[in-house]
């Protein structure tokens, strides 16, 4: 799957504290059942999924946590802003990760949420198992070193 970028949609809310806490095994592609005041607020780009994850309830994923604020002309017909919603995949998809939770202990959290091309809200889902500390300072140990070489090789072509 290729990332959104702006030209194609519009990224209304990421997660990049994930990326800190877990290692993204696999990345995937979900609808959203969201309500009408839901998605004039999320286009309005204030919404927060840093705390939020996937959960199972029967044989359906929902996500849980997530902050999509109150449109503030919606007046009486509001949403509520933590409310669970549902994830749209196909069964296939939602057996091989409700497996993937319950026996391998992983975690389903949210990556980021964007309007593709169609303006349809979609949550990009990541298959996570979560980092110790020690594999924290080695993913940041790593980073600067790639970001230190750069700086060598560069200084070093002029």
């Not at 990332?3 to 997660?15: D, F, K, S, V």
């Not at 017909?77 to 669970?84: A, L, M, V």
């Not at 998809?93 to 949420?113: K, S």
């Amino acid at each position: 799957m290729a990332r959104p970028t702006l030209i194609e949609g519009h990224i209304a809310a990421q997660n990049r504290k994930a990326l800190h806490n877990y290692f993204i095994e696999e990345r995937i592609e979900a609808g959203i059942m969201l309500t009408g005041t839901e998605v004039k607020s999320l286009r309005g780009g204030r919404s927060q999924i840093v705390e939020s994850y996937a959960a199972v309830e029967g044989e359906e994923l929902y996500l849980v946590n997530a902050h999509i604020p109150e449109y503030t002309q919606a007046n009486r017909f509001n949403h509520e802003p933590r409310r669970k919603r549902k994830l749209l995949l196909h069964r296939r998809q939602i057996n091989r990760l409700i497996g993937a939770i319950q026996r391998d202990g992983y975690t389903v959290v949210p990556l980021m949420v964007f309007f593709n091309t169609r303006g349809i809200a979609k949550v990009e889902l990541g298959l996570a198992k979560g980092k110790k500390q020690h594999d924290k300072r080695a993913t940041s140990a790593a980073r600067d070193w790639a970001r230190q070489k750069q700086r060598l090789l560069k200084s070093a072509s002029r």
